[in-house]
């Protein structure tokens, strides 16, 4: 591997990194305007260095860990999550050749599937019943939208005869996107998405009216940050290969759509309320995996006229 290589590959974590804190900003600035209130606007110009307070605050805070929790675990968890969560970023779909993943699709499954053992490890290992129940909720939830999730890769990838996402954006040069024969998968991506990041409506993993704040109830100081950076980096994962899935090709129009998924996550949570649990894993086994099984029969026969 050559010097370009790897600071291809560095780059995205830095600006993950930046891109975290000013979303944090964004979903501030947004809520505020949906509630009729004045967001961040002391530190700084508008408040744009508030996310640097914000940080630097939590990171000077002390880091307590509880006497009955098991102590190595609980330090290393933050940092598997945020490894977990930026390991995804390798396969942001570059049109250079100098960082090609061939079969990126499979990779983002697996990296999407070992994100809860994070969140897992943080609850299990704080000895709290909160957090114990916020990560028994995480594993539950991850479990069930991965099926739905893994057959709209499945429709993606019958469509585009490829696993890469540089390809498949690639594919969709042009004036055909993935969007007009799967809009319908486009609509049941965005939920699964949504129940992957545990964003509202489906956070019931840091249910602050049951579960104080879920898996993460037991941390403060540097590790709620860390927590905090891969939570919202996931998010931001998410919106890029929404993009890339179904309107990939034209790197504005990609752009575009990448704000607009970031920002439907922020009006969704100041919306909607939060459903029960039991309607959560409703939806998934017996409305989005129906729709889903529809939608594969659909395509398969499409692509094979």
Known sequence: MNVVSVV?????????????????????????IIMIRKGPSKVSYM??????????????????????ANVGPFILAPAVMLIISLLGW?????????VFYVFGVILFMAITSISVYGVMMSGWVSNSKYS???????????????????????????????????????YQQGLFFFFFPLCGALVVWLLCV???????PFDFVEGESELVSGYNVEYSGGGFAVMFIA???????????????????????TGLFTLAVAIFFLITRASLPRLRYDKLMNLCWTVLLCVMLSISVCAVVLVSL
Do not use: H, W
Not at 47 to 68: M, W, Y
């Open 132 to 170: 114990l129940l916020g990560a028994v909720r995480a594993m539950a939830q991850s479990i069930s939208y991965e099926i739905p999730m893994g057959f709209i890769f499945f429709c993606v990838v019958l469509c585009a005869g490829l696993f890469s996402f540089q390809e498949i954006s690639m």
């Open 194 to 200: 949504l129940a992957e990041t545990n964003r509202a």
């Open 47 to 68: 408040g744009i260095l508030q996310p640097f307070s914000d940080a630097g605050k939590l990171l000077c805070k002390e880091f307590i860990v509880p006497t009955r």
């Open 90 to 98: 390798l396969l942001y779909p570059y049109k250079s050749a100098e």
């Open 8 to 32: 291809v590959s560095i780059i995205p974590f830095v600006g993950v990194l930046f891109a975290v804190g000013f979303y944090t900003l964004l979903e501030r600035k947004i809520l505020s």
């Open 231 to 253: 939570e919202y980096s996931s998010i931001l994962l998410s919106s890029v290969v929404s993009a890339v899935m179904f309107f990939g090709g034209n790197e504005v129009l």
